[in-house]
C-alpha cells in the first residue's frame, strides 16, 4: 500500500497551523493508549480523536467513517508507515492530509522502547523515514538542502556530533555500563561488528526489498571479512524477550562471538573497526564515530556516498559529509520536546535531558501504585499482594518489559492490552480503576 501524500506541510511543521478556535481536529489512528497522554501534551493545537486499536472495517464505516467526513478540515495522524486500508481509502478519495509518525532518534534514557514518553518525533507527510520505497520529507530533504550555505547549520553539526560521541549519548541509552575489554576479550585484530535487528519489524520489513535474516547478516559479515573477529550483537529487545528471534544464533555461533550481555551502544562501537547491518539506526551512529558500515537493506543514511550499499537507491546519489547528513537528520527533521512541559525542545536540550536523567538513574524509575487502604486497589489495600503471584505468569506468557510495566501499573497493564480476554482477566483482578 503506498502511503497518502495528502497535503501536509514540512513534518517538522505539524501542530503549527490555525484552525478555527485555535484547534484542528485530528483523527489519531494506531496510537496505543499510553501514548496518547503524551501526543495531546506535545500537539496542543491539535483536537485528537483516538480511533480503537484493531478497529473492524465495520465499525470503521458505521462510527468513524460519517465523523470524520463531517469535518471540514480534518487531519490524520497515523503511527507507523501505513494507513488501515478503508481510511487509506477515504483519505485518498477525500484529500485528507495524512502525517506519519515515529520515535525520533533520540528516544529515551532507558534501553530500549518502553512505555515513557519519547523525547522527540519523526513526522512526515509523504512516507515514514525508513520507508524505502517510497520517498520521505527526509529522503527529500538530504537530496536537495545546501548545507554547505548554512554556516550556522553545520557549525551546529560539528558540534552535534562531538556532543553525542563524547558523551555516549545514542537513541536508547542506560544498561548495565560494562566496557568493550571486559565483554569482547582483548582485540588481537580486526573487528567487525554485526549489528541485529529485530526481524519482523517495520524499519526492516520497510527497508529491505529482498529477505534477510540476522543469521544472514552474520554469514555474509564472516565471509567478506574472513581474518577478522566477528561480533554479533542480538537486538536489546530480543535478548530481554520484548520482540521475538526469527533466526536461531546457535545456527551461526561457528561464524561468530555472540555478545548476549548488555552493553550501551557508544561502548559497543569504541574498538569496532567495521559495522554490518540490515537497517539500523546503530550503523548511523558507526559513521559518525568514523567507522565503516556496511547496509544490506537501504536505511535512510545509505545511498548518500557514506556507505558500503547492497541495496541501491536510483532516488539518491548526491554526495553528502557526514555533517550535512547529521544535520537533515538530527537537527532539521525531527521534532524535540520538553517530557515535563510538553513544549517544543531542541537537539542540544535533549541530548542535555538525557545525561541528566542517567546521571540520576533514579528518576527513571517507574512508581508502583500508592497504597491506600481503600479505592481500586481494595479494601486494605489487599490487590497490592496480588503481583507476586501474578507476575510469574506474566513473564511466562510475555516478556521482562511486561512484568516492568505490570508492576508499575497493574491496573493500566490489563486495560491496554490488545487481546480481549486477557482485558477480561484484567478486569476481574482489578474491577475498578
Known sequence: MKPHAGEGSRATDFGSGAAPQGRRTTFAVQITEWKREPFERYFPDRHFH?????????????????RILA??????LAWGPELP?????????????????????????????????????????KAIYFDCRHPSQLEELLGTYDFEADAELMTRARAGIALLTESGISKYNGGRQRTAEEVYGEKTRKRVLVV????DDASVRYGCLSRMTNNDLVRLAASEQPDAQILYKPHPDVLSRVRPARSDPAEVAHLCTLV????????????????????????????IRGIEVSTAGCPFYSGWGLTDDRQPNP??????????????AYLLYPCYFDPETGERSSFEAT???????????????????????????????????????????????????????????????????SDRKFRVIGRILYPFG
Do not use: C
Open 50 to 66: 483516538f480511533l480503537p486499536m484493531n478497529l473492524g472495517e465495520h465499525e470503521f464505516e458505521r462510527v468513524w467513517k460519517p
Open 71 to 76: 469535518e471540514s478540515s480534518a487531519e490524520i
Open 85 to 125: 486500508g478503508p481510511l487509506d481509502a477515504l483519505a485518498k478519495a477525500r484529500n485528507i492530509p495524512v502525517t506519519f509518525i515515529e520515535d525520533g532518534f533520540l528516544r529515551s534514557a532507558r534501553p530500549s522502547a518502553s512505555r515513557t514518553p519519547p523525547l522527540s518525533l519523526a513526522l512526515d507527510s
Open 196 to 199: 541485529g535487528q529485530v526481524e
Open 260 to 287: 548476549t550481555e548488555s552493553l550501551p551502544l557508544a561502548e559497543a562501537l569504541r574498538t569496532v573497526d567495521h559495522v554490518y547491518t540490515i537497517t539500523s539506526l546503530a550503523g548511523f551512529e558507526a559513521l
Open 315 to 328: 532516488r539518491r546519489g548526491r554526495r553528502l559529509s557526514i555533517e550535512a547528513l547529521f544535520a537533515g
Open 351 to 417: 541530548v542535555a535531558t538525557l545525561r541528566s536523567q542517567l546521571e540520576e538513574p533514579q528518576g527513571l524509575a517507574r512508581p508502583r501504585p500508592a497504597w491506600r487502604a481503600w479505592g481500586p486497589y481494595g479494601l486494605l489495600g489487599w490487590r497490592h499482594l496480588l503481583p507476586p503471584f501474578v507476575t510469574p505468569v506474566i513473564r511466562k506468557i510475555g516478556s521482562d518489559r511486561d512484568v516492568e510495566d505490570f508492576r508499575a501499573d497493574p491496573i493500566r497493564f490489563f486495560r491496554t492490552l
